[in-house]
């Protein structure tokens, strides 16, 4: 199965862009790469996902080496309301997805 | 307004009562999810569901029961049987077992 690595905090200043990183060395050939958020209380929110290409869309971009052992998400203006716990998933099996601790991200002003 | 709906938002039970937690969705989606969530931990998979009147177990089972009896509708009950059932219940559903899943707003369980 493969697993995820992401520090567990980073801030970010308002306005900036923020990129969390994610390491997923033992990723197979058909597994995507996951994005979800999720703000105190609430339930995770879908960001992005890829394979192997970058991908963007009107919340944020995925960055996928070309090895595919890791990626990065990049919220290009960062907000106060894009502060919460990122989640970065490998999907391990088609029915599940095996969420970790993720990165808390806090936007300051 | 398409989406997924869990109600009630907060629950509390007393300590030997069964409990069920509701999850509609009105996405069409074939597949549904419950997952449960401890304090400052990730989500681990429950029950899931892939088509009507058809579910498998996820890593924690124990203690909880589901039915699939209409597309729209997954509801969990957590049984005198889960031994520390205070926790948030997360819901999720997908087009299909590849889908990306979606998640409702959440259930919080408090057992009193």
Known sequence: ?109 | DGGITQSPKYLFRKEGQNVTLSCEQNLNHDAMYWYRQDPGQGLRLIYYSQIVNDFQKGDIAEGYSVSREKKESFPLTVTSAQKNPTAFYLCASSLGRTGTQYFGPGTRLTVL
């Open chain 1, 1 to 109: 199965d493969a697993k995820t690595t992401q520090p567990p905090s980073m801030d970010c200043a308002e306005g900036r862009a923020a990129n969390l990183p994610c390491n997923h060395s033992t990723i197979s050939g058909n597994e995507y790469v996951y994005w979800y958020r999720q703000i105190h209380s609430q339930g995770p929110q879908y960001i992005i996902h890829g394979l192997k290409n970058n991908e963007t869309n009107e919340m944020a971009s995925l960055i996928i080496t070309e090895d595919r052992k890791s990626s990065t998400l990049i919220l290009p203006h960062a907000t106060l309301r894009d502060t919460a716990v990122y989640y970065c998933i490998v999907r391990v099996r088609v029915d599940d997805m095996r969420f970790g601790a993720g990165t808390r991200l806090t936007v300051k002003p």
